[in-house]
């Protein structure tokens, strides 16, 4: 396998492929399966939880892997930045806030920062300030997200970003989605929902299958589950997810949500408890039209490697050898 990019040799990897450090479901096992099969996994650092993200870290063991935080959260409880610095990791990313008072601190701690972004304005701050890898983020994306969508967001970012790697999220879930953000100047991709339904995942069991049957047409941004989870998110990020009762009685009546929330609160969390999916939140992008089964990361991961070489191959078949310019 030699697809071989920029960001490899920054990130000392294999494959141009990170995982998402997704909240609740990038846990220590799934990021060690990504990188133990040539990739970068991230732990997802989510909302905060000290005991929890040194449980991953735990469970990594060995690997080589790295951990995002949610930016606005972490500005609220710091020392969870202490916590994955100490535990020396390949990368650290953040999302959703601004990542700039982190910076120093990142630098000391002698890692690289990884910073995603959803518009071409947080894309030339982040590249003003030096960061190692901007993930640019099309609203494909499962989980939360911006407007943009990927197909020409990632060249604009490209055009901005200068020697800075490209990483590409948003819709990414085979080789087919790695060989066209390879072609839009991209360094490599981060993916999520492709690794949503992995063996390794903390999603849950329905969730995964929900996952598998589910579309990519079946899935809505909204802030519903935030408001039900008590997560005070900022209003320009909403959140990507399956379409479910709850979604199509909320979505569009926030002001009835609101009105409701005491009682919605307390029957999204009995529907949590008891992994009922049809109210709990399933976290997926559009790229869940290529989830097709429950399957070691590793099985995905290499599965996008070699589908991504076979099209990097016949796309460049299509240039005639002896063509005229
Ligand atoms: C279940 C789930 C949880 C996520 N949680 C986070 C998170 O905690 N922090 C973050 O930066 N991004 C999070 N994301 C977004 C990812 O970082 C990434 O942008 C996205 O998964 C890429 O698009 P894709 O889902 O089509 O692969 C999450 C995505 C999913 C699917």
């Not at 096992?29 to 990739?39: F, I, K, Q, T």
């Not at 080589?64 to 994955?84: C, D, K, M, N, V």
């Not at 409701?260 to 049809?278: Q, S, W, Y």
Request: proline share 4%; glycine share 12%; net charge negative.
């Amino acid at each position: 396998m030699f697809i071989r990019t920029p960001l490899c040799d920054l990130f000392g990897i294999e494959h141009p492929v990170l995982l998402a450090p997704m909240a609740g479901v990038s846990g220590g096992a799934l990021a060690a399966a990504v990188s133990r099969a040539g990739g970068l996994g991230l732990i997802g650092g989510g909302y905060g939880d000290a005991a929890w993200l040194n449980r991953q870290f735990d469970a990594a063991g060995d690997a080589r892997t790295g951990a995002g935080f949610i930016t606005w959260s972490l500005a609220r409880q710091p020392h969870l930045l202490e916590l994955a610095l100490e535990r020396a990791p390949a990368a650290l990313m953040l999302s959703f806030g601004d990542f700039r008072p982190f910076l120093p601190r990142i630098r000391d701690g002698q890692t690289k920062l990884i910073v995603q972004v959803q518009t071409l304005d947080q894309a030339r701050e982040a590249v003003d300030a030096g960061v190692e890898a901007i993930v640019v983020q099309g609203t494909e994306a499962g989980g939360h997200g911006g407007a943009r969508a990927t197909l020409p967001f990632v060249p604009a970012a490209v055009d901005i970003a200068g020697k800075i790697p490209v990483i590409a999220a948003g819709g990414i879930a085979d080789g087919r989605g790695l060989a066209a953000a390879l072609a839009l100047g991209a360094a490599g991709v981060l993916c999520g929902t492709a690794f949503f339904a992995s063996g390794e995942s903390l999603a849950s069991d329905n969730a995964k299958q929900a996952a598998v049957r589910g579309s990519g047409g079946d899935t809505e941004r909204s802030s519903v589950f935030d408001m039900v989870r008590g997560l005070d998110w900022p209003s320009d990020w909403n959140m990507r997810t399956m379409r479910n009762s709850f979604t199509q009685r909320w979505s569009k009546d926030i002001d009835g949500l609101v009105r409701n929330l005491a009682g919605e609160k307390v029957r999204f969390e009995i529907a949590r408890a008891a992994d009922d999916t049809d109210i709990a939140a399933v976290i997926v992008g559009e790229a869940a039209d290529l989830i097709r089964g429950i399957e070691p990361a590793q099985a995905t991961l290499h599965g996008m490697i070699l589908q991504a070489e076979d099209c990097l191959r016949r796309i460049s078949r299509l240039v005639e050898p002896n063509s005229k310019r």
